[in-house]
DNA sequence: CTGTTAGCGCATTCAC
DNA sequence: GTGAATGCGCTAACAG
């Protein structure tokens, strides 16, 4: 069983206070001898505080929730990464939890969070989420007084601490490249339409065709789920469009499309250019390594972490927000059309 | 701030524990309308129980520990994603630890774990683990009590929980369908060798070779370290070894073949044929996509989390091992050499 | 039917 | 220098 105060206590025949006392180093004057003894008791009898104790009386637990939709994303898990290595440096521990983009399961786990006592949160929302859905689960943690900062997914109303990145820029970037490439018909397979880093790709889409004098047309745009099945799913409406390339508005996206591709024996990007989103590590060892729209996730983790624990060392809420830019990574899925 | 059972008590006038009874649905004489009244209290002030004091008190926490060795491998993000998910249906959570593949830090996560009073622990250990460092791991957690399964690596001398695959099988596999296209040159790029799965597929890759009459030569294998960069640094002695084949000994250490074959001008299968191990969800759309052998990720994460909580659900120590069978996979990194 | 009492393991205030 | 008392928020015997 394991050792209590109590234990060391009994042990060394001091009291539970006095044991207390040395055990944390608290400035009191114990002589040596007694800090030796009690010391050496602590030793032998392997004795470990209790966190959950602790965490009761101090009300603190040294622990980050981290709510993802979806680990098995490289996405995520590499954002994950980043959190942990910086919780890790800060002797925090963080709790995973997975939502399988289900906003539903956002609200259970901020629950949770809370009743555990998390620290702070670290609030990746469900690809599912509206305004209102992201509205509640902001107020479901204000009002239990919890710090939290978004990450990736956001809406601009929020008002909230947030670290992501300038995804109009993005979604121009990666157009502005294609138009530079030629294409003139460049479909785009979007994520859900309700998303605002969603609805600002596709603003940076609609830029730069009305900068490159292309009419917008809506008949080319398709609205998937962000992974790879709908990317798949978006193929054979790809081939109806006659379009020369293709923005997918994320890698996982583009993967599916790949796979479909291969499979009808349509070649990438002699049949028609991609552009993915997001330089998941995979893309560049593909077929035709993909040309993409780096996102710097794991800094991206890295900052939340830092924001939330530097609000909460403070006793603050964390209020800042950090928008990175993003970065088109030029490799063979997209080529020249004339 | 938030509510306590006394600020109800207190409200409603009746006592803590009265309130505790109804709220937790105790079986007692409790008339119906004190119930509503104190059940719209607890509504009202929006009170939720405090999982650290119940845990305390109940010394159960409802929470499992995950112990892995590299997140952002999506062959470990699967498996917590299988054991997440049966988490969650049994109303328990995960705290995910990510060692980065250094033993030091199993020992510290196991510390910070038990310290906080998780009910059982799933453990992936580091890849530098000898056996003596999971030897030290298995202690640490039964001098503390700790229920515990072991997932993916292991160790037979260690006699605990287990769930894992068959790696010797494998290993043959793997070698077996290499020499069924006509290869007797056949590299192998292993992982580390002090670790009991990476002996087990070498022992199947000298079985198939034996039963092939060919004979094994030890210069034809490399010692990696089952990531990408490994796979990558190997390639130049791989052209050297002037082999037709090579068995990597898991898809990570592959891909880092195709980035630098990709480099190097070779082409995969045409100059030369690779099997993977693992079968994670990307080898399927490589450039070639890659042959490899297959482990159930997800179902070890769901089978080792129902052991692990119906050990826990007994009160008792796991004790079940499961070794799953691997699965050849073909598809076109691999082909006939005449 | 409901309240009193005790205790989980620890930190902390205040006496002695 | 050290210890008794108190409380964190909750559950669980045991009375009444």
């Keep these: 069983m394991k050792a209590t105060l109590k234990d060391i206590a009994a042990d060394t025949g001091f009291s539970v206070t006095t044991v207390s006392l040395v055990l944390n180093n608290k400035p009191s004057k114990i002589p040596e001898g007694t800090k030796q003894i009690i010391l050496e008791a602590a030793q032998r009898l392997g004795y470990r505080p209790n966190q959950l104790a602790v965490s009761l009386v101090k009300k603190r637990t040294d622990t980050l929730g981290l709510i993802v939709s979806d680990v098995s994303n490289p996405f995520f898990s590499t954002l994950a990464k980043g959190v942990e290595d910086i919780c890790r440096e800060n002797g925090c521990n963080m709790i995973l939890c997975n939502t399988n983009n289900m906003h539903k399961c956002d609200l259970n786990y901020i629950n949770m969070l809370v009743d555990k006592g998390v620290d702070g949160i670290i609030y990746g929302m469900a690809g599912d989420s509206t305004l209102k859905n992201a509205i509640d689960s902001c ?113 996982m996206t583009a993967y599916g499309l790949y796979i479909e591709a291969k499979k009808n024996g349509v070649s990438i990007p002699k049949d028609f250019s991609v552009v993915g989103y997001d330089d998941i590590y995979f893309s560049k060892i593909l077929e035709a390594p993909l040309t993409t729209i780096k996102q710097p996730v794991y800094e991206m983790g890295v900052k939340a972490t830092e924001i939330l624990i530097e609000a909460i060392k403070n006793k603050k809420r964390p209020e800042e927000q950090f928008v990175y830019q993003p970065e088109l990574i030029v490799r063979s899925s997209t080529r020249k059309f004339e």
Excluded at 148 to 155: A, K, L, P, Q, T
Excluded at 180 to 194: D, Q, S, V
């Design 139 to 251: 107020n479901l943690m204000k009002e239990q007084d919890m710090s939290f900062v978004i990450i990736d997914r956001y809406f601009k109303k929020l008002h909230t601490s947030y670290i992501g990145v300038d995804h109009l820029m993005g979604g121009y970037y990666a157009t502005k490249h294609l138009i530079e490439m030629g294409h003139k018909k460049i479909a785009c397979i979007t994520g859900p339409l309700h998303l605002d880093d969603v609805l600002e790709r596709l603003k940076g889409y609609k830029k730069a065709l009305k900068e490159a004098g292309i009419k917008y047309d809506s008949k080319l745009v398709f609205e998937g789920r962000y992974n790879m099945e709908s990317g798949a799913a978006a193929f054979p409406w790809l081939m109806k469009t006659k379009c020369t390339a293709v923005f997918a508005f994320n890698d």
